[in-house]
């Protein structure tokens, strides 16, 4: 039977090509995301998918979407925890504490809400799974970017919990971390570290390239296949794991 997978935030980046990629694999894809245009377009692009609008920050709108999810799938096999979002660039001293909430309503409380609506579904897998998106600021602290950095510190405590308590119902819990992926949100950091260094955003660039041992960005199709395979039956025996795919990054940069 073909997986029943349920990407967050999957109409644009990283989630765009997880949900494309479980669908040419022959998955059954439902995405979700709070851009009504992108997800159009994406049923332009991927045959078959289905969509539904969700701002996961907002409880109602999780819970709805979730049934949605289920009814239109059939059932849940897989939950792609993806919804997140970069935060502001500034220090600890000078940080909006509203912009501070507002990224642990997505990133932590969305992915919560999402996951915690989700396991009665998965539970009826035969085979489920949950993968969810940290970071490498999941590893390490990284200046100006105190509120993105907890929230991807503490997914993977989340995960590890996850693992553990629904081990015995055959569910897999795993995150990947991915460094600095190609696209422009990584630009979009850059730039803010520039604005708040003052240095010039060739020198920020190439300070980010300095600290890991492939010089270069990381696809985000190889983030896809990294999540294809965790979701596979040749990764039955991985969970509770956290997978970096960041060029070997050693320290933050």
């Not at 949900?19 to 992108?38: E, K, M, P, S, Y």
């Given at each position: 039977?073909?997986?029943?997978?349920?990407?967050?935030?999957?109409?644009?980046?990283?989630?765009?090509?997880?949900?494309?990629?479980?669908?040419?694999?022959?998955?059954?894809?439902?995405?979700?995301?709070?851009?009504?245009?992108?997800?159009?377009?994406?049923?332009?692009?991927?045959?078959?998918?289905?969509?539904?609008?969700?701002?996961?920050?907002?409880?109602?709108?999780?819970?709805?979407?979730?049934?949605d999810c289920a009814q239109a799938l059939g059932g849940l096999d897989v939950l792609v925890n993806n919804a997140g979002i970069a935060g502001p660039t500034a220090p600890v001293e000078t940080m909006d504490p509203d912009a501070w909430e507002k990224v642990m309503q997505v990133d932590l409380t969305g992915t919560f809400n999402v996951t915690r609506c989700a396991i009665p579904h998965l539970k009826q897998s035969s085979a489920g799974v949950i993968i969810t998106m940290s970071s490498v600021a999941g590893r390490f602290g990284y200046a100006n970017r105190s509120p993105y950095c907890t929230a991807k510190w503490g997914l993977i405590g989340f995960t590890k919990t996850l693992a553990i308590e629904l081990g015995e119902y055959g569910i897999r819990a795993n995150a990947i971390l991915p460094g600095a992926v190609d696209g422009p949100r990584i630009q979009r950091v850059f730039e803010g570290r520039a604005q708040v260094s003052g240095r010039p955003l060739e020198q920020i660039k190439q300070e980010a390239m300095a600290v890991q041992s492939l010089k270069r960005m990381v696809d985000p199709k190889d983030i896809a296949a990294l999540a294809v395979f965790l979701a596979s039956d040749a990764a039955k025996s991985i969970s509770g794991q956290m997978l970096p795919i960041d060029n070997d990054m050693q320290q933050a940069s």
């Open positions: 039977m073909a997986q029943r997978v349920l990407v967050t935030a999957g109409a644009s980046g990283i989630g765009r090509e997880i949900a494309r990629a479980f669908a040419a694999g022959g998955a059954r894809v439902f995405v979700c995301d709070i851009d009504a245009q992108a997800l159009t377009v994406l049923t332009g692009e991927i045959p078959g998918v289905t969509v539904g609008i969700c701002d996961v920050s907002k409880r109602a709108e999780v819970e709805r979407m979730v049934a």
